[in-house]
């Protein structure tokens, strides 16, 4: 028994179904399957290397949740991306499809959207810089200003936001002014209402989830006490 977690983007996404789908595909040993899915908007700025529209993209998500459920993905909007032209300009993103991200897995019983903002980092800047684009980064005022935003959409589809990496955005609630929010942050005085929206914490493998799975397919493993690289168990 073994859990499979692969990295999903784009066309890699479209070879791996078309494996899985054949009878005496090596994939069916497999008793549990978990996915990272990457699903950003469409943005040939950012990825003109992309292969796969948005609507294929939607489709294959759709077709592992059918297939695995809805709690065997972890799809990702990541990294939310600000920038400009490297000669100048307004400051432009990579949100205009996110509406219509969250309605679909929402529609699907997926729960969750990991998020994280992007980071400076020499080969980002250095990809953006050879595209003819500046990296735009964010204040943490700046970033909270964009999850205000955000989080009534994702709210809206039954959808939370879960941060990837930056756990000082964690516990971030919808409902304050900005300055009340990050002080009930740095306190850690997160909302016990599950109906009000706050930033998660994600996984890169939730153990625990791949425990259950296991579980209700009446096998006798404890995947939590492997070791997963960027798994936690608390």
Not at 25 to 46: G, Q
Not at 53 to 68: C, M, P
Not at 117 to 146: D, H, I, W
Request: glycine share 6%.
């Amino acid at each position: 028994m073994a859990a499979l977690v692969p990295d999903f983007v784009g066309s890699r996404t479209r070879k791996w179904i078309a494996a899985y789908q054949r009878p005496d595909s090596i994939l069916h040993r497999y008793a549990v399957h978990l996915f990272n899915f990457t699903v950003n908007s469409e943005n040939l700025d950012l990825e003109p290397g992309m292969e796969t529209s948005l609507h294929e993209r939607l489709d294959q998500v759709t077709y592992l949740a059918r297939t695995f459920g809805p709690y065997a993905l972890s799809c990702r909007f990541d990294p939310i991306v600000h920038y400009r032209s490297i000669i100048g300009g307004p400051v432009r993103d990579n949100l205009r499809d996110f509406e219509t991200i969250v309605r679909h897995i929402g529609g699907l019983g997926i729960d969750y959207i990991v998020f994280s903002f992007c980071q400076a980092y020499p080969k980002s800047v250095r990809n953006m810089k050879a595209a003819g684009l500046e990296l735009v980064t964010l204040n943490r005022a700046e970033e909270c200003a964009v999850l205000d935003k955000l989080m009534p959409i994702a709210h809206r589809y039954g959808v939370q936001l879960r941060c990837c990496g930056d756990k000082g955005l964690v516990g971030y609630p919808i409902i304050k002014s900005q300055e009340e929010a990050l002080v009930s942050v740095a306190k850690r005085e997160i909302p016990q209402h599950t109906n009000i929206p706050v930033i998660g914490q994600s996984r890169c493998v939730d153990a625990k989830l791949a425990d259950r799975i296991a579980r209700e397919k009446g096998l006798n493993v404890f995947l939590s006490q492997a070791i997963f690289p960027g798994s936690h168990s608390e």
